[in-house]
């Protein structure tokens, strides 16, 4: 019986990220996950029709130790599962249902009767329908957050994904096809993204990837697509005439590796012979290097990747000789996380009305039954604060003011750092928080700072950046609302556009920011300044 109370208490336990799997394996439930997710899944693709029965046999109001959310998982094994309700026969609950049983068969013949089926399965297509149009009326790509799947280049290619891992899916053009048409009947769909190569996205409801064996063997790598702009953004489009990425890449704050891995994935595809490309990844944490490792590995990246575990990129000295040939620097620091929406993708199970005779007993405190905040606004609220093990920020959220400040100090330190590697031309700097403070105004302060000045730094202008994100519409802010530091901005209307941003709940995404730093390559990448300083002291000897 512990089956139904563990999936009751999954359900109405208050979110705290990470996915609906890790969620059930992470509840030391009694009965086991896969069991407790079979039910729970099952459940949602019939809740409608059980609602209906339930409802109509009158059950909960004859019943009192029945909750509706009880009822539904129950009333799904009684009527579906091969051996019935997973309880002992003379278990209380399980006898409040089957003593009904007649009722329950009869209500279930009449719903099925009068949506003209005559069988199950024409049955579960007709409630599956019914879902479907359901969820058209209710769902559109705002707070829809699919699946996002990026391709490895480095161990596959999205042609031959599709023929196998996706073989049995059908293309959608939208994302809004994508959330209507899940549990469709005419199989899983995909949708191939158009702003970032060999990025797709799937329902969030469906297959559990992790468990894949292209996940096992790094072709497919679980990556929000937000998170795939900065890698792209720095090495740019492949130019119409085979444009090659020169010289070496640092990736300052590397763990868990997922921009490292897209680096190593997008250099790869285009220049698959080049064995001189080097990927310095390093991260602060050593725990966190562990894991960027494993990543790296599992991706096939090892070769152009190499790792400086625990390395604190502030610590680096830029004049290194190992470093002589980095041209490009991707920098995603820590930051407030305050963009990050959990991927809350429990099923919502449509309930049936709780008894409205029911008398709640007096003279002690009521026990708090299993679905009491079911449905409750609070409880299907995306959470704010959840990391789960593929969360690539390290912080839990706080957007309390003076710890932005805090953070954006150190953030404009760490891309000034960059800027000042001899042979950088491109720099990306990259945060999941929705912040201006984090975002532009680190931006602006950095444009303003001595060594952006000094070596001829400046934004890549929209119109410099690869196809797919200079086609993105969301851009820049002046102005966060009730902000007070936004008149320490000192942006143009170009820098804004050159500046990237993604907002929770649009387009799939949570919300993100990255930007590019461009510097043109004059005398050998040499500091304009000091050249000219050198010039001058010549000049007054
Ligand atoms: C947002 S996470 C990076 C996510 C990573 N870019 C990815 O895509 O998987 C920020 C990382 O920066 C690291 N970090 C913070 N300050 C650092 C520093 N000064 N030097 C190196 N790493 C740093 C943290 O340990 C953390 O792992």
């Known amino acids: 019986m512990s089956l139904y109370f563990d999936a009751a208490s999954i359900l109405t336990s208050p979110s705290t990220g990470g996915s609906f799997k890790s969620r059930i394996y992470s509840s030391r439930s009694k ?240 220049q698959p012979n080049d064995k001189k490309r080097k990927i310095f990844s390093m991260d602060a944490s050593q725990t966190r290097s562990r894991t960027l490792q494993k990543m790296v590995s599992l991706a096939g990246a090892d070769d152009i990747v190499t790792i400086l575990p625990g390395q604190d990129f502030l610590a680096v000295d830029p004049c290194d000789t190992r470093f002589a040939d980095v041209t490009g620097l991707l920098l995603d620091p820590s930051c407030s996380g305050s963009g990050i929406v959990g991927r809350d993708d429990v099923p919502v199970l449509t309930l049936p009305a709780a008894a409205t005779t029911k008398t709640q007993p007096t003279g002690k405190k009521r026990k708090r039954k299993h679905d009491d905040n079911y449905n409750s606004e609070e409880n299907k609220k995306p959470p704010q604060n959840g990391m789960n093990t593929t969360d690539e920020n390290d912080l839990p959220t706080s957007s309390d003011p003076e710890r932005l400040v805090k953070l954006s100090n150190l953030q404009a330190r760490i891309v000034e750092h960059a800027l000042s590697f001899p042979a950088a031309t491109r720099v990306t700097y990259s945060t999941c928080s929705i912040h201006s403070v984090e975002n532009e105004g680190v931006v602006s302060r950095i444009l303003n700072s001595d060594v952006a000045k000094r070596r001829g730094w400046r934004l890549l202008r929209r119109d410099e950046q690869c196809a797919g994100l200079q086609a993105w519409k969301y851009r820049g802010i002046r102005e966060e609302a009730g902000s007070e530091n936004s008149s320490a901005l000192s942006l143009s209307d170009s820098d804004l556009d050159a500046c990237i941003r993604c907002w929770p709940g649009e387009e799939g995404l949570g919300g993100f920011f990255v930007t590019g730093f461009v510097r043109d390559q004059e005398g050998n990448g040499e500091d304009q300044d000091e050249e000219e300083e050198e010039e001058w002291e010549g000049f007054s000897d």
């Open 31 to 270: 009965a086991s996950p896969a069991q407790i997710y079979a039910l729970i899944t099952e459940t949602s693709k019939w809740d409608v029709l059980l609602k209906e029965v339930i409802e109509n046999a009158g059950i909960l109001s004859l019943e009192h130790k029945l909750t509706p959310l009880l009822a539904l998982l129950l009333v799904h094994d009684h009527l579906f599962a091969k051996n019935g309700i997973a309880a002992p026969a003379t278990h209380p609950l399980r006898q409040a249902v089957e003593r009904h049983k007649t009722r329950l068969k009869a209500e279930f013949v009449k719903a099925r009767v009068r949506r003209g089926c005559a069988t199950v399965e024409q049955l579960k297509a007709a409630v599956s329908r019914e879902k479907k149009e359901k969820n058209k009326s209710i769902q559109n790509t705002t707070d829809y957050y699919p699946r996002w799947i990026r391709i490895n280049n480095l161990r596959t290619s999205l042609e031959e994904q599709l023929g196998s891992t996706f073989s049995s899916y059908r293309r959608v053009d939208s994302l809004a096809q994508l959330a209507q048409e899940e549990d469709d009947e005419n199989g899983p769909c995909l949708y191939i993204d158009p702003h970032i190569p060999d990025l797709v996205a799937v329902a969030p409801s469906g297959v559990d990837f992790s468990g894949s064996t292209a996940y096992k063997n790094g072709e497919i790598i679980l990556q929000d697509k937000a998170s795939c702009f900065p890698a792209y953004l720095l090495v740019g489009d492949a130019g119409a005439n085979g444009q090659t990425w020169q010289g070496n890449i640092v990736d300052g704050c590397a763990a868990p590796g997922n921009k490292t891995t897209h680096l190593a994935s997008i250099l790869h595809k285009r």
